[in-house]
């Protein structure tokens, strides 16, 4: 069974920045691609980013291109996300989860999720 946990979400300003990060636990952690997704209220849950096991390859929203940035490291069994120039639109529950499989930008093809992080931005 796998436990993803993030952490590191808060209240910030606009144009401040935050890094969630995510814990997972398991052995095979290295084998697979991670991503993260947000859901803001009254909204459907949207892809934000993702790294593929080796964190060679990432992926972004439009929306969140330049100003984040994913990482992980495998030795820690963690992801993280650099979030930077924080805009109020920006505010929502953060959830990193575990590819199974299929295209990358579709939450359907994430098989483990943990509880979210909630980051609020100001304006």
């Known amino acids: 069974q796998v436990q993803l946990v993030e952490s590191g979400g808060g209240l910030v300003q606009a144009g401040g920045s935050l890094r969630v990060s995510c814990a997972a636990s398991?052995?095979?952690?290295?084998?697979?691609?991670m991503g993260w997704f947000r859901q803001a209220p009254g909204k459907e849950r949207e892809f934000v980013a993702f790294?593929?096991?080796?964190?060679?390859?990432?992926y972004y929203a439009d929306s969140v291109k330049g100003r984040f940035t994913i990482s992980r490291d495998n030795a820690k069994n963690t992801v993280y996300l650099q979030m930077n120039n924080l805009k109020p639109e920006d505010t929502a529950v953060y959830y990193c989860?575990?590819?199974?499989?299929?295209?990358?930008?579709?939450?359907?093809?994430?098989?483990?999720w943990g509880p979210g992080t909630q980051a609020t931005v100001s304006s």
């Open positions: 989860a575990r590819r199974g499989g299929g295209n990358v930008y579709f939450a359907t093809s994430y098989d483990y």
């Open positions: 790294i593929n096991w080796s964190g060679g390859s990432t």
């Open positions: 398991g052995r095979t952690f290295s084998s697979y691609d």
